[in-house]
């Protein structure tokens, strides 16, 4: 059955290095959704698209991060430099408007 | 900012209690959503309520909107193990344009359902 996938499901870096997370989105969902989840923050919105325009990056910090989508398969998650304080897990989800279906996330965490 | 208030924070019981969260706001929202998550995995689309008052049942899991599409409640009877994980209501605010689909999460009411 179709499935969000991402990859990498762990990350373990040291600060300063770049971070490139991958999300394949479910084949016709026209919009893609990135997430971070923590405990104290719980689940924010960093950016969405919409047939692979970017809507909303509001939830990012723009100095450090960017999202992509090259295409309508693949959407990027980008973190440079990153710092000890990204430590989370980060989630693709892919939909439409009153459903979303969430990737298993990418479990960074930085020293 | 629209912000989402779950209630409990947390909630042990026994199997074969029942059970109720809430989610509440002061925003008028155009439609609720409530997932589920486990351990090691992403969010999972339980269900979609977009008129005010509306009940949806799924199984012995009953949601509801309020009337004025400011608050929403889960209600699950006879908890069984099965149910244990992390519930969470999310707030979609746009009535339309470039902001439907977006959705503001609350903070999540973590239950365990002990046999």
């Known amino acids: 059955d179709a499935r969000v996938t991402q990859t990498p499901r762990d990350k373990v870096t040291e600060m300063g290095q770049e971070v490139t997370m991958r999300c394949q989105p479910i084949l016709g969902h026209n919009t893609v959704f990135w997430y971070r989840q923590t405990m104290m923050q719980g689940l924010e919105l960093l950016a969405y698209f919409r047939n692979r325009a970017p809507l909303d990056d509001s939830g990012m910090p723009k100095d450090r991060f960017s999202a992509e989508m090259p295409d309508a398969t693949l959407a990027t998650l980008k973190i440079q430099p990153s710092e000890p304080r990204d430590s989370a897990v980060y989630f693709c989800a892919s939909g439409f408007r009153y459903a979303q279906y969430f990737g298993p996330g990418t479990r960074l965490t930085v020293t | 900012t629209q912000l989402l208030e779950q209630s409990p924070q947390f909630l042990s019981i026994q199997e074969g209690e029942n059970l109720t969260v809430y989610c509440n706001s002061s925003?008028?929202?155009?439609?609720l959503q409530w997932y589920r998550q486990e351990p090691g995995e992403g969010p999972v689309l339980l269900v979609t309520v977009v008129t005010g008052g509306e009940v949806k049942k799924l199984k012995r899991l009953t949601f509801q909107f309020g009337d004025a599409r400011k608050d929403s409640s889960l209600h699950i009877t006879a908890a069984q193990p099965g149910d244990t994980g992390l519930y969470l209501c999310a707030g979609e605010s746009g009535a339309g344009g470039t902001s439907y689909g977006k959705l503001t999460f609350g903070q999540g009411t973590i239950l365990t359902v002990h046999p």
């Open positions: 925003s008028v929202f155009s439609s």
